[in-house]
């Protein structure tokens, strides 16, 4: 919420203008995947999206391990890694690249004028 008032210098009155809005968003949130979690997830994000021949999770865990690749505990890669890897980073990438929402939800203006004081 926001609030302000002002004393107009020209008019005798105070202006007081009230917003109430929310916002939503994904920019506070800073990500914990490590540099190695990342080149895994792009590598396969690349062998699975290819336009031409894209490529099972079976066929992704045999070149992942014949390229000497490990999951990020340490063990041989399985297709059930790969498809871990693959569906978790593209929710992360969703999350990551979702848009900002804001609502204004209540706007308010008020103008007052202070009574004229009879002598």
């Not at 190695?36 to 290819?50: A, F, G, M, W």
């Not at 000497?68 to 569906?87: A, L």
């Not at 980073?89 to 008020?110: A, M, P, S």
């Amino acid at each position: 919420m926001f609030c302000d008032y002002r004393i107009h210098p020209y008019i005798n009155c105070i202006l007081f203008v009230s917003i109430t809005f929310t916002v939503i968003s994904t920019n506070l949130w800073k990500s914990n995947y490590s540099s190695y979690q990342e080149e895994l997830y792009k590598k396969i994000y690349d062998l699975k999206s290819n336009v031409f021949t894209p490529v099972g999770y079976r066929k992704i865990a045999l070149i992942l391990n014949n390229e000497g690749y490990k999951t990020p505990r340490g063990s041989i890669f399985k297709n059930n890694h790969v498809h871990s890897i693959y569906k978790k980073g593209n929710i992360r990438k969703e999350r990551i690249e979702r848009e900002d929402i804001v609502e204004i939800l209540d706007i308010l203006v008020q103008v007052c004028y202070p009574q004229m004081k009879i002598r």
